[in-house]
């Protein structure tokens, strides 16, 4: 079982952040093992997804750089090029900086971005209100022909292409129906409008793939979606929820009790 963090200070749930997602992408390349690698200093997945999050590198120890990182570095390049990839991330691992990486990726032509806001609330003081929507009810897709509905409420929700539906479907049911990772679908008055995922790891309760359908949106359904989750993670002993906040969802995510403490920092390279 996931090590439950329950030291709440500011440091504490800034590394709750960063390893929720760290250990996100760790769980997408264990059940990728035809397209991922690792060893004791990287985790490198790729998914059919067009999706800088769906394909990237994960460095995992803080060392002096060597010719053997170059070399790791030029051959990822190339990996991801053969394989049409348009853009890849590299993310870092805590205790690993982006000072530690800096001058070995921008030589190979990476860039850096730090504009999406990493966001903690300590889930014994969730605001509970966004639960109460009428006419709303929230389920667990558990089986293939609700992760098919989960997958095209999440694509159409995003505006993503629909041939996202296909292989985001065959990836999803990769990743297996339940616990570290749990989707959750919201029927309004009968028809799914929205989605959400619950992953474990880091040892907090991390919300991810928060979406809702257009003509559904402004009515609280969306922070259901969020809340739902960490109430099930609360039950479960965790105390930290964490999330990567979108522009449209961060004051409802404040208003639910999240803060603000630090930006998720990546670095990428676009092979376009």
């Known amino acids: 079982m996931d ?73 990822t390049i190339r990996y991801y090029r053969s394989r049409g990839v348009d853009v890849f991330t590299w993310w870092l691992e805590p205790p690993v900086t982006p000072s530690n990486w800096k001058q070995a990726l921008s030589e190979h032509g990476f860039g850096f971005l730090d504009d999406t806001p990493g966001m903690a609330v300590d889930l014994q003081a969730l605001d509970e209100s966004p639960k109460m929507v009428d006419g709303l009810e929230v389920r667990v897709a558990a089986d293939e022909e609700s992760l098919r509905t989960w ?76 809340l739902q989750p960490l109430l099930e993670a609360r039950d479960m002993g965790y105390r930290i929820g964490v999330l990567q906040s979108s522009e449209m969802g961060f004051n409802v995510y404040k208003r639910m009790g999240f803060r603000h403490l630090c930006q998720i920092e990546n670095f990428y390279m676009s092979l376009k």
Not at 36 to 56: A, I, Q
Not at 155 to 163: D, I, K
Not at 183 to 192: A, F, I, R
């Open 151 to 226: 997958v095209k409420v999440f694509v159409q929700g995003y505006g993503l292409p629909p041939e996202w539906e296909s292989p985001m479907h065959d990836l999803w049911l990769k990743l297996g129906p339940d616990l570290p990772m749990r989707n959750y679908l919201g029927y309004w008055h009968g028809e799914p409008v929205s989605n959400s995922t619950l992953f474990l790891g880091g040892g907090a309760a991390g919300i991810y793939c928060v979406a809702t359908l257009r003509e559904a949106r402004g009515k609280g359904i969306g922070a259901a979606l969020t």
């Open 3 to 75: 090590h439950i963090q329950t030291n709440t200070s500011d440091e504490a749930l800034v590394a709750s952040i960063r390893l929720n997602m760290c250990d996100f992408f760790r769980y997408l390349g264990k059940f990728l093992p035809e397209s991922s690698f690792e060893n004791h200093k990287f985790v490198r997945w790729h998914t059919p997804l067009p999706h800088p999050w769906f394909n990237g590198v994960l460095a995992t120890a803080v060392n002096d750089h060597d010719e053997g990182d170059n070399a790791f570095i030029e051959e």
